[in-house]
């Protein structure tokens, strides 16, 4: 991005007062942004511990740890505090840059002005509003002794520390004229949201999409995007009132399922650190290697076989971007059809168990986890035959590896052992009852974490795998707790009433309404993130599908689906700029590239739902 820079002094001369104040201020950011990745790091070891104590004490002792649960909870929204200022100028921030790109100079900057002010409301929202929730509430916690307010202390100190991090990435990089601009607009927009009222005839769920799409094109972090634009939806007449806001954001981010996500992430990362990971590779190499497109199609098996452990597609996009991207192209593969199988077979992670996307669904939908983990085996099983076909329709490069013996296929699969039993703790853990899915997830993390220990995995390497988790869990937990003030004014709006009445319109047939669903699926994941959508569209829709008499669980595995076919589509199609940050190749190459492979998963969505349909007992 092309930005106002600090014009260097001249070589041995001393530095002017904004090279110092540049130097400064970019000294405290890297050490504000180093003690915050720590502090996330600790938490979450903590956390960890905490759901480990309770699971031990439960089965081994027979006892209980009161008071586990409110106390993970808690720290989960002191985990996400914390790391909330860690995301907004990283790949974390979920940022829709791809149009602010094509800016000359001067309208990137003003682009950059306007995304930093939504930042400032949403850190005055979380620092104001919890304050006044604070002066307002009374009580303690009856299993912790805590106060209540507590809580929303942990996302005020969050607001604030965000609000400082924008001021010294703007002065660490020498746009004090930005700063003050960013600061003027979001300070007037902020005071303007409380006292204005605006004589306009417009839904304010409406007028908070319009808002937040504004923030989207001007590339603000989307949590901040939703949080900004649900306070300044109160002029045009929003019931939700400043701390409402807040405390709706703490509440979305207060549940005990949710904790599985960090340790998910926390899973991934250790396997992939502790080399677990290049033994799956390995063992797809033995069984596809030898076969036409034989390096593409161990691409994806790798996905099929990492998607158990990792649960995150951005994670294997990264995986993948770095480890077979070299390889592919040195074996003859344009280097975009390379990024583009990488990326496609990347959406596998959060279809198969574990899934970081069905954890979501179930939390905002109350679905069975168990019983969507299920049909995620069988939704990723036609998704990667359906990438299998279209990567041998497609790709002409011969492998020029030789068939392995059945004794070498056996000492692949032998030391993939580790990470396959990854699997097993999780799927059947949760299914057969024996613990929660967030324990589950705790006892996965536990298991990657003992084979890094026995791997002799470097202190470093551990505290890293720590960090990144800590800060990538902050960042979702975010988006799940600002994107329900939107969800609620969706709800207020009676908004699941016009899309019934829609499909109404065409029949209300469980075919029409799939494929109504399907359609605003498709188009909302060409703008949102899979986990905003999930958030705000799989309440609306589930209502609508399990009246037309669609199984719901059915129908949350095809919307998952959908929303991830939107994480390979422009403009948003995070997969794809993941896999282009990570190879330096263009986005539009691989956004041309992934064409056929993203007809072959619409055609995979198109059979799951056929699925869904034959299984109505009136339809068959």
């Known amino acids: 991005m092309i930005l106002e820079a600090t014009k260097p002094s001249p070589p041995g001369a001393r530095p002017g007062f904004r090279d110092a104040v540049a130097i400064r201020a970019g000294l405290v950011l890297s050490r504000l942004e180093t003690g915050l990745g720590a502090l996330c790091a600790g938490i979450l070891a903590l956390l960890l511990a ?23 909870i808690w720290l989960h929204v002191a985990l996400i505090a914390i790391g909330a200022p860690l995301s907004i100028h990283s790949a974390l921030a979920m940022r829709l840059d791809v149009l602010t790109r094509l800016l000359p100079a001067a309208g990137q900057r003003a682009a950059l002005v306007l995304a930093d002010s939504f930042v400032i409301v949403g850190g005055l929202v979380l620092v104001f509003g919890g304050g006044e929730i604070i002066a307002m509430l009374g009580g303690v916690s009856p299993t912790l002794g805590l106060p209540e307010w507590v809580r929303f202390a942990f996302l005020g100190l969050g607001g604030a520390l965000t609000l400082l991090v924008v001021v010294l990435k703007h002065l660490s990089e020498g746009r004090a004229w930005l700063l003050l601009a960013v600061l003027v607009i979001g300070t007037t ?18 007028a908070l999409g319009l808002i937040a799409l504004v923030g989207l094109v001007v590339a603000a972090p989307l949590p901040f995007a939703f949080l900004a634009a649900a306070y300044l939806a109160i002029p ?63 691409t994806l098996l790798t996905s099929v076989l990492f998607s158990g452990a990792s649960g995150s597609s951005v994670a294997n996009a990264a995986f993948g971007a770095s480890t077979f991207q070299p390889e592919l192209v ?37 679905l069975s986890v168990g019983s969507l983990l299920v049909g995620g085996f069988v939704a990723g099983a036609v998704m990667a035959v359906a990438l299998a076909v279209a990567i041998h329709l497609t790709v002409r490069v011969r492998s020029a590896e030789a068939r392995t013996t059945p004794a070498e296929r056996r000492n692949a699969a032998i030391a993939a052992i580790p990470a396959f039993g990854l699997g097993v703790i999780v799927v059947a853990g949760i299914r057969l009852g024996v613990v929660t899915t967030t324990e589950a997830a705790a006892l996965a993390a536990l298991y990657t974490l003992l084979i890094g220990l026995f791997g ?12 990144q988790a800590g800060a990538e869990a902050s960042a979702i937990g975010l988006l799940i707790g600002t994107a329900a003030p939107f969800a609620f004014l969706l709800a207020v709006d009676d908004i699941s009433g016009l899309v019934a009445s829609l499909a109404d319109s065409f029949g209300g047939s469980p075919v029409a309404v799939l494929l109504l669903s399907n359609l605003i699926l498709l188009v909302v994941g060409l703008v949102l993130d899979i986990g905003a959508a999930i958030l705000l569209f799989g309440p609306l829709l589930l209502p609508l599908a399990v009246a037309a008499g669609i199984d719901p669980i059915h129908f949350g595995v095809i919307l998952v689906v959908n929303l991830m076919i939107g994480g390979l589509t422009p403009p948003v199609g995070m997969l794809v700029y993941v896999v282009s940050g990570v190879t330096k190749l263009p986005a539009g190459s691989l956004f041309r590239a992934i064409l056929p492979y993203l007809f072959a998963l619409v055609v995979a969505l198109a059979l799951l739902s056929a699925g869904a349909i034959l299984a109505i007992p009136s339809v068959r």
């Open 330 to 366: 040195k074996r003859g593969y344009p280097p975009a059809q390379a990024g583009a199988i990488i990326a496609a077979t990347s959406v596998l992670d959060n279809v198969i168990p574990p899934s970081i996307a069905f954890l979501i669904l179930a939390a905002a939908t109350n």
């Open 189 to 206: 927009l902020y005071i303007g949201g409380d006292s204005l009222v605006l004589p306009v005839c417009l839904p304010p769920s409406l």
């Open 50 to 72: 905490v759901v480990l104590l309770s699971v031990g004490l439960r089965y081994g002792l027979g006892s209980a740890f009161l008071g586990s649960d409110e106390l993970a």
């Open 456 to 467: 002799r995995l470097s202190a470093h390497s551990l505290y890293a795998a720590f960090r």
């Open 236 to 298: 045009f007449g929003s019931s939700m009132p400043e701390p409402a806001m807040v405390a709706s954001v703490v509440s979305g981010m207060s549940k005990f399922l949710l904790l599985a996500i960090p340790f998910f992430l926390l899973a991934g990362g250790l396997l992939t650190a502790s080399g677990v990971a290049g033994q799956l590779v390995r063992f797809a190499a033995a069984l596809v290697g030898h076969k036409r497109a034989g390096l593409a199609q161990t």
